[in-house]
Every structure is written in C-alpha cells, then in structure tokens.
C-alpha cells in the first residue's frame, strides 16, 4: 500500500513538473487540459520543455485485457524531435482505452505518435487497429509501417474522454508510443468561411478535424518547440512543382498583429517572416505559377488555410495576385494592404473549404500574376489542409468497461437484450397489420397527405409499396408524400458523396434516381448544419400548399429514424449563382438572364398575393434560384418564409433571419419584416446578375466589399455600366439597362415604402426584356404611347416606364391581363399553378 502511494506521488511530481515546465510564450493562451503520456515506458520522457509522464501513472484510467509494455533500440529513421517517445510502446491485444478527465470543454488537440518494430513474439508493423472517442472514429484499420504522428482536433463536450484501440480482427494487435491530449482555442477555428464555389459555409465550429499539411512556405521546418499550440509545420519544397517560378523571402522586423488579422496562436511567427514569392521574366507572365501539389484523399473534404504577410513591399498597393485551388479561381487580383488598413507585414489567414463533390483526383494550389502590373507578383507564407468528416459513416467503437465481468453478467445483458428486441418486433409486427387493415379501408386511395404540426405527424391512403418502388402517377407527383427512408438510400446510391450537389444551412443535398426514372433532389437535413425541426415543418407545411411553375415542387419527405429529409423535383441547371461566376460555366446571355428574373419575380410575386396574408420568402439570393433544364427559373429553400401581416398591420415583428449581404436595412435595423424585405434582396439578386460576382467579398477593396452598396453608387452616378458584366457588356441595349437599372435603384432604397411591389418590379423586368428585344424605335414607341393604355392597376409606373413609390395593393387583375400592350408583355394573372 505504501508502494503505491509511492508511486502515485511520484507521477504526481511529474505532472506538475510537465506543468511548470510550460513556456511562458503561452500567456495568451493556457490550455486547461494537458495530459503528454509517454505509452509502454516505466520512466517519464523529456522531450525540449515538455515532459510525457509514464502511461505507469495512468493506470486507473487505463483499460487493457494484458499488459504488454514494449521497448527497442530502434531509430525511427530520419531525425525526429520525439525520437525518445519511439522507443517504448504498448501492445493490445484486445479493444482497450485510456480515459482523460476534461477540466474544459471545447477544442482539443489529441495526437497520437506511432513506430511499428518488432518485440518479443508481436511485430507492430503488421498491426492493423482502429483507434476512436465516444463520438468518432479516429483513424479505421490504421496501419503504420514507418514513424508517424497524427494530430486530430476535435470538439468535445464531454467531462471524460476515452480514448479507445480496437484491433481489427482476433489475430491482430493495436499500439500506442505516445499520446497527447491538449486543449486548445476555442476560436482557433471560426464556424464560417467560403467554399471554393464561392459559397457560404457553415457549421465549422462542431466540426472535427485531422491534420494532413502544416506547411511553413520558403522556410525552414518548424518544430513543435517553436508554436505556441505545439504543431509541427514542413517545409514545402518537397511539394513544390518548379522551384525556379519563385524565391523565398524573409524578414527580421516585428510584425504587426491586428485586431482583424491573425494572431499569434494563428501560426508561428516564423511562418508570417518567412514567405515564398513569385518570381516574374521578362516573358510572358501567362504560365508563371507558383503551384503545390498535395496528396490527399479526394473522397472526404478539407478546410483549406492560407497564410499571408507581406514582408516583400516597401509601400501599399504594390502587391497584387490570384489563388487558385484546382481549377477554382478563389482569390482574384487579391491586396492584403486594402484589408488591413494599408499595413505592411501584417499576419492574415484566409480560409476555404473544398467538399467531397468538388475535389479533384490530385488537389493542386496555385499562386499567379494579377492583370496589373505591380512591383510584387504573389507571396504565401503558410498553407494548412485540414480533412473534415473523416469519421462519417464509421461505427463508434464503444470502450471496455473497466473491471472484466464475468460471464454469467454478459449472458444476463445479451438475454436481456434479445428478450427485449423479441418483444418490439412482435409489437411492431401487430401494429403495422392493424394500421395496414386501418388504411386498406379508407375509400380514397390517392388522398393528399394531411399534417399534424402538434406532433409532426404524418399520414396518407396510399398503399405504402406503390411509394417503395416509387411508382407515383403524374398527378400524384403534384403531392407531397412521405417517403420512406430505404427508398431514398436506393435513389440516392446510400447518400453517396458523388451524387451531392449543394448544400445549405439544412443540410446536404443529393442527386437521386427513382426506380420509374424520375430524377429527384433530396435535401438530407445534418446534424452540424441543420436548421432545425421548426424549418423543416415550415418548408413542409408551405409547399404542400402552394403550386406554381416558378416555385420548386416538394415531391415528399422522410421523417424515419430521426432523419429530416425533403424531397424535391430536380432542377438540372442548378443554381443561379453557380451560372453567374465561380464555376467558368459558359456566360449567361443578357436575354436569358432577364428571363430568369423575371420567372423569379413571378416566383415571388405569386407568394405575396396568392393568399390573404402574403407569404415573405425571407431568404431571396441567386443561391435559392433554381434552373431547369431549360433555364426555367424557380424559387427554392422555404425554411425561413413567414407569414405576413394581417390587414390590421403593416409589418411582422421577428428575429432577423436570412442571408448576409441581402438582408433588407430595415428589416435589419427594426425587425420589422414586410414583403417589401424581399424585394430589397431580390433588388440585390437583380445587380449580382448585372455584375456578376459575389454580394460580399472580403478580398476587394473596401468600397467594393458589399455588392448592394458599391452598386448604389454607381447608380447614383448613372455610371451603372462600368460595372456590368464585361462577357455580356457590348450586349445589353442602353435602354434595357437604364430600365433595369432604375428597377435595382428602386429596390434597394432604405425604406420599404420607397420600394416598389413584386408586381411593379415584374412589370419592369418584362419591359427591359421588350426593350431589349424591340429596335430602339418600336422601343421608343412602347415607352412613349402605349404606356397610356395601361389599365389603373399599373398606373404606379410612369410615362417613361420608372417605378414610382405608390404600391400595387392585392394581386394582379383582369384589368392587367386585359391591357392592350405588346403580347411580349407576360399576363400576370395567370399564377401558372398547376
């Protein structure tokens, strides 16, 4: 008994001699949890300043069916920092966990180091062992055959974490040479960036993440000695395509950290100092590149993270390149000084992620010249690739408990287990004839679904394997009806990442083939991006009730197994935003372009008058713009909509909700939400579509950042063509884009009662397509005569075809159908519900 305290006070010595021996570097950041383990040895192992306490110390929290400690005189090879942690390790021979204590909760750093030699009967290099927390798999039938360090960082919001390694298979073994497990910022990573499609991304903050590249570009290695948070950074020569397109740069003058920068948990500083830099001749610039190219696996996706600091200019403004991921142009003409505040050797991060969909068989990283000619060409001091959602669709693997139990208790818990699962299945058996007999009765076999929102419950007559095989007649397809979740694996090739072609704040969305041919979307609601229960139920409830050729059709819905599913009709061209930039899709021309438009606004104009209360989509953006095969436009993504105000009230007071860079100001500013929110952001839709390029981009200078305001000066300016499209500029009539630029002026005004109504913006819309279609004279002769035929319920707009403030109240009459304009025009009574 006197030995074992012994030996507890002794390990106790050593963690706190581990703890005292924390750098003072780390006074920005001390990590609550830090436990360093040096596996399989009796003795601690200093390693620089850090000391791994013996796995000896640890042996309450440890849970092991042998004890097998094992040692070699081994070098791991080339020259390793944590050399001394390679020479000892443990063996297991059968599922087996360390358990670590969590002071708090949050980010944490769990590494693993790994040297496979051979002890004794067990050679380590033909282990092959899965390794993985309550939560996720970590690493599945891992095999190491040389020395190896992987470095995880996963968010846990748990008081314990085990540590668990299962060998895969009986004859197999699993091992561990050392183990780190470190908390670390919390805000190390943010929960939103950019995709490469240059769309918003959300839900990083629940992620977790293993760490494929740290690399210290134009330098030297760096080993965990000189990071704050103890990461080790490669240099990145070896993975450097031509190493004549470049130099290497470095700087020994301080750094200037800013608020909206980087910091120095960030990276090292030596990472910031140093840079690698393009290098231009005096011929072409066209094939000058700086490009990296990275191993990777392309079936999962990465957070991609660049680091910048430019030590290489004297003054502002004389650094100017591109970023490419791929064939995915990320960064254009891209000015650190404009971002932070004309400052000069400023750290600055910048990250993207690239999903399953989009990565490429071999993932390259390219930096190129910008268009203007600067005294600097391209610089990139660090690169980070981290692999997210490595552990989906893994198996947990459960831990052991911590005392053997014998045999007769685990035949008790399996006993009681199939009793248990004997007894449900006889009780679903029963209740699903009961329900089968109850449905087979009812007289109406092709009823529409009804809804209970109490409960979320849902029911329909129709015999259940006419929807298993997917058999649906043309007018049931106009129905939504639940599907049930063994269907949509089928048409979805069991959700394969292949057939994924977007995703949102609900979730991922798939590609998916019924067994009668009928092509499908299906929008799988994730527990990381999910909107929640209350959008699912709204989107369900709203679109079960609306029918209109430019709104997307819901086909159905899943709720088995605790799944969200919506299941929607396939829209073959995708988004708008994805024919607008990003993707090098062939240019959109000014003509389909106001096409799209104006079937959007008919979208959205069928919402505010289709019923009593108008219906305020509350999330209109070029993302929830769907095109059909024949560029058909639809409004898509219900989850936010709200019902509007009654009569006896102007606006809904709510939580503001939607997409930033189209949220309508005062909406914003006074939470007051009206149908005129929507026209502001479909006034922004309306310039992304003239301008093409995103309506936020932190990369641009200040001025240029949000599209909305940017736009509205040049407005302002009556310069609106300096900005248009230059694939599309010499195409445009200048009467079609003073029409459709005065429509943009008027939507975005301040305050909803200056804008105009969806009506008067569709009727807009289909004059700059008439004038756009027409000779400037027949042009001339619509705008100046015919106006006056217009019936009283457009006389909001003015002789010169502008919209005025005055509102068109209710929906769009006979008198409109009826009017004696060009049969150009489109007759906006007719809703095209089906």
Not at 69 to 95: C, H, M, V
Not at 275 to 295: D, Y
Not at 524 to 552: A, W
Not at 671 to 700: H, M, W
Request: include cysteine; proline fraction near 4%; glycine fraction near 6%.
């Amino acid at each position: 008994m006197a030995a074992a305290s012994g030996i507890w006070i002794l390990g106790l010595v050593f963690l706190v001699s581990s703890m005292a021996s924390l750098p003072r570097c780390f006074c920005a950041f001390t990590p609550a949890d830090r436990y360093l383990i040096d596996c399989g040895s009796p003795t601690s192992t200093a390693i620089g300043s850090r000391t791994f306490v013996a796995d000896l110390f640890f042996s309450s929290t440890l849970t092991t069916p042998t004890n097998i400690l094992a040692n070699t005189t081994r070098s791991p090879g080339a020259a390793s920092f944590a050399s001394e942690l390679y020479q000892t390790a443990r063996i297991f021979t059968g599922p087996s966990s360390y358990s670590f204590p969590i002071k708090a909760q949050g980010r944490h750093f769990i590494r693993l180091y790994f040297f496979p030699f051979v002890y004794s009967s067990y050679d380590l290099t033909a282990a092959t062992f899965t390794v993985s927390t309550q939560d996720l798999v970590l690493l599945h039938n891992f095999r190491s055959n040389s020395s190896a360090m992987k470095e995880f960082l996963v968010n846990t919001a748990r008081d314990t974490l085990i540590l668990s390694f299962a060998p895969s298979g009986t004859s197999s073994l699993a091992f561990v040479n050392a183990i780190e497990v470190v908390s670390a910022p919390d805000n190390l990573i943010a929960d939103n960036a950019q995709t490469v499609r240059m769309q918003s991304y959300r839900g990083l903050s629940a992620q977790a993440f293993e760490t494929i590249y740290h690399l210290n570009v134009g330098g030297q290695d760096v080993l965990p000695e000189g990071d704050l948070l103890w990461r080790t950074w490669d240099a990145d020569l070896r993975i450097l395509m031509d190493a004549t397109s470049s130099k290497t740069s470095n700087s020994s003058d301080r750094l200037n950290y800013l608020p909206i920068g980087a910091t120095e948990e960030s990276a090292p500083e030596i990472v910031y100092a140093t840079a690698r830099e393009l290098v231009l001749t005096n011929t072409s610039n066209a094939k000058i590149n700086m490009t990296w190219k990275l191993n990777v696996d392309a079936s999962f996706s990465y957070l991609l993270r660049f680091h910048f600091c430019d030590i290489v200019s004297l003054a502002a403004n004389q650094l100017y390149f591109n970023v490419s991921v791929g064939n995915w142009h990320i960064l254009t003409n891209f000015d650190l000084s404009s971002i932070l505040y004309r400052k000069l050797a400023a750290p600055y991060f910048v990250d993207f992620v690239i999903e399953a969909s989009d990565m490429p068989d071999e993932l390259s990283i390219s930096i190129t010249p910008s268009g203007f000619q600067v005294a600097h060409n391209g610089i990139l001091n660090g690169l980070e690739i981290l692999k997210m959602n490595f552990s989906v669709g893994s198996v947990m693997v459960v831990p052991l408990p911590s005392s053997s139990g014998s045999k007769k208790s685990i035949g008790i818990v399996v006993g009681s287990v199939i009793g248990f699962i004997a007894i449900l299945v006889v009780s679903i058996t029963l209740f699903m004839v009961l329900r089968r007999r109850k449905l087979c009765s009812k007289q109406s076999v092709e009823s529409l679904m009804t809804f209970s929102t109490n409960d979320l419950s849902f029911e329909r007559a129709t015999d259940r394997n006419s929807i298993e095989t997917a058999s649906l007649s043309e007018t049931n397809r106009q129905f939504s009806y639940r599907f049930p979740f063994v269907v949509l694996e089928e048409a979805t090739k069991n959700f394969d990442n292949s057939l994924m072609i977007g995703f949102g704040g609900f979730g991922k969305v798939y590609k998916g083939v019924l067994r009668d041919n009928m092509k499908i979307a299906v929008k799988r609601g994730n527990s990381v991006y999910k909107q929640g229960l209350k959008e699912f139920r709204n989107e369900i409830e709203l679109l079960s009730q609306l029918r209109h050729r430019h709104l997307v059709c819901l086909i159905g819905f899943c709720d088995e197994k605790n799944e969200m599913i919506l299941v929607y009709e396939y829209m073959e061209n995708g988004t708008l935003k994805k024919h607008l930039y990003g993707l090098g899709l062939p240019p959109l021309t000014w003509k389909q372009r106001l096409e799209i438009c104006i079937g959007a606004a008919k979208g959205l104009h069928y919402l505010h008058t289709s019923s009593s209360r108008a219906i305020i989509h509350r999330d209109v953006k070029s993302a929830n713009i769907l095109l059909d095969e024949n560029l058909l436009a639809k409004v898509s993504d219900f989850g936010l909509s709200k019902t509007g105000p009654d009569l006896d009230h102007t606006h809904v007071t709510t939580a503001v909700k939607g997409s930033f860079g189209y949220l309508d100001p005062e909406y914003f500013r006074r939470q007051k939400l009206t149908e005129k929110s929507d026209v502001y952001s479909f006034g922004v839709v309306l310039l992304e579509v003239l301008c093409a390029r995103p309506v936020i981009n932190p990369t641009l200078p200040n001025e240029q950042v949000n599209l909305a305001e940017w736009g509205m000066k040049w407005l302002k300016k009556g310069e609106l063509g300096q900005i248009v499209d230059l694939r599309i500029a010499g195409t445009i009539r200048p009467a079609s884009l003073t029409k459709f630029g005065a429509t943009i002026e008027h939507c975005l005004q301040d305050y909803g009662a200056d804008r105009p109504t969806m009506a008067d913006v569709l009727w807009n819309l289909e004059y700059a397509l008439k004038l756009q279609e027409s000779e400037a004279s027949l042009a001339k002769t619509n705008s100046e005569i015919r106006i006056a035929e217009l019936s009283p319920m457009v006389q909001s707009i003015n002789p010169t075809g502008d919209v005025s403030s005055q509102e068109s109240n209710g929906p769009v009459t006979n008198d409109y159908t009826d009017a004696s304009i060009d049969k150009a025009f489109s007759q906006l009574m007719n809703s095209e519900a089906r």
